[in-house]
C-alpha cells in the first residue's frame, strides 16, 4: 500500500553518517512533534538527484524555515558512505539538509515508493516524492509519476503547496 496523506509514517531505523561510522537513526526521534520536510530520491549522484531535486531543497532551506519547518530531511536507498560522500560534494549538510540512508529499501517498500528499472542499473529504489509531515503524519505527498523528472517533489512545488 502507497503512503498517502494522512496516513502515519511507519517505523524505521535508518542511518546516516557520524564520525565514528554509520549510526541508527529512529525516524520517528525526527519528526514527533516537529514539522519536517521528507524527500526521497532513485540515487545519490544520479542526474535529476543531483542537479535538481536536492538543489531545490538547499536553495529553499530558508523559506522552509520560514514557514515552520524545523528540518529537510532526504532518504534514499543507499549506503551511509555513498550519501557522506555526496553530502560532502552538494554541500547538502552544511545547508542544513540531513541525508538518511535506507540502505536495505525497508522505509522505502513499508510507504510503498519502491521501484526497480535494471536497464539502468538501479534495483530496489525509491521513487521520487516530497512529503510534509507533521508531528508524524502525512500533511502533504507529491510524487514523481516518472522518477527521471522532478517537477511536483521539488523544493519551489512542495514550497507552494504550503
Not at 36 to 47: H, K, M, N, R, T
Not at 70 to 94: H, Y
Request: glycine share 10%; hydrophobic share 45%; proline share 4%.
Amino acid at each position: 500500500m502507497t503512503i498517502t496523506t494522512g496516513d502515519t509514517l511507519p517505523e524505521a531505523t535508518l542511518l546516516r553518517s557520524g564520525s565514528d561510522g554509520p549510526q541508527e537513526v529512529a525516524l520517528s526521534s525526527l519528526t514527533k512533534g516537529r514539522k519536517v520536510v521528507i524527500f526521497a530520491l532513485p540515487g545519490a549522484f544520479s542526474g535529476t538527484c543531483s542537479t535538481a531535486h536536492m538543489p531545490s531543497f538547499i536553495r529553499n532551506r530558508d523559506a522552509f524555515a520560514a514557514k515552520g519547518v524545523d528540518e529537510i530531511i532526504c532518504i534514499a536507498v543507499n549506503d551511509p558512505f555513498v550519501l557522506s560522500a555526496w553530502d560532502e560534494a552538494t554541500g547538502a549538510g552544511k545547508a542544513g539538509v540531513t541525508l538518511l540512508a535506507d540502505a536495505g529499501a525497508e522505509f522505502t517498500r513499508a510507504v510503498g515508493m519502491d521501484f526497480s528499472a535494471p536497464a539502468v542499473g538501479l534495483i530496489s529504489r525509491s521513487k521520487r516524492y516530497a512529503m510534509l509531515v507533521e508531528d508524524g503524519k502525512v500533511a502533504i505527498l507529491q510524487a514523481e509519476e516518472n522518477p527521471g523528472v522532478c517537477d511536483v517533489s521539488g523544493g519551489e512545488a512542495l514550497l507552494a503547496s504550503m
